[in-house]
């Protein structure tokens, strides 16, 4: 549970989807989350999902959960500039009776108008 | 209104001086957590706590100090034997092995 993979950068028109991914090493991974950070502020829960989950959807964001391949990916639809953000992908894994949470190093989305 | 608290918003310190960071939280949650977050290197945990008057040390916790005498509130402080202290700090809380919750965080200059 020590490795979260993002990319670094993503650049979509408005109006497009944008897809982000990630993967994780963990294979005892309970939720693993999407946050958001816009500039100079903390760190927004946008959604999660619990590991025994394919897909979930909320409104213009779908997860989607590949346990087998430990790559978790979220789309915005109709990607608005407001969108444009750092994105961190996260899992939370047993280290041995306790709880950990693991952050990758985060996407920047840039949404050009 | 529930939520947590982060203060001052930006700090700034003169190298040797220790400067303690405050986060507070109503949300009733018993795990509290600090990151440390540089610019490409995403959150590093310094320390976290799971419940009051208990604290475990994260992944980068030389040259910092906590204390949670409080279910409320997780200062953190600095000292000087922080060898790069310049950074942005955010703390978060959360129920054990639940989504955490984060705070507007603190940037703090050391110069």
């Known amino acids: 549970g020590e490795d979260v993979e993002q990319s670094l950068f993503l650049s979509v028109r408005e109006g497009d989807s944008s897809v982000i991914n990630c993967t994780y090493t963990d294979s005892s991974s309970t939720y693993l989350y999407w946050y958001k950070q816009e500039p100079g502020a903390g760190l927004q829960l946008l959604t999660y999902i619990f590991s025994n989950m394919d897909m979930k959807q909320d409104q213009r964001l779908t997860v989607l959960l590949n346990k087998k391949d430990k790559h978790l990916s979220l789309r915005i639809a109709d990607t608005q500039t407001g969108d444009s953000a750092i994105y961190f992908c996260a899992e939370n894994w047993d280290a041995g009776g306790y709880q ?4 990758g190093i985060g996407t920047k989305l840039q949404v050009i108008p | 209104d529930g939520g947590i608290t982060q203060s ?3 700090l700034f310190r003169k190298e040797g001086q220790n400067v303690t960071l405050s986060c507070e939280q109503n949300l009733n949650h018993d795990a ?5 977050q540089d610019p490409g290197q995403g959150l590093r945990l ?12 994260g992944d980068i916790a030389e040259g910092y100090s906590v204390s949670r005498e409080k279910k409320e509130s997780f200062p953190l402080t600095v000292t000087s034997a922080q060898k790069n202290p310049t950074a942005f700090y955010l703390c978060a ?8 919750y984060f705070g507007p965080g603190t940037r703090l200059t050391v110069t």
């Open chain 1, 100 to 103: 950990k949470v693991t952050f």
């Open chain 2, 93 to 100: 809380s959360g129920q054990v092995g639940y989504e955490q």
């Open chain 2, 8 to 10: 001052p918003k930006y």
């Open chain 2, 32 to 36: 509290m957590y600090w990151y440390r």
């Open chain 2, 46 to 57: 310094i320390y976290y706590s799971q419940i009051v008057n208990d604290f475990q040390k």
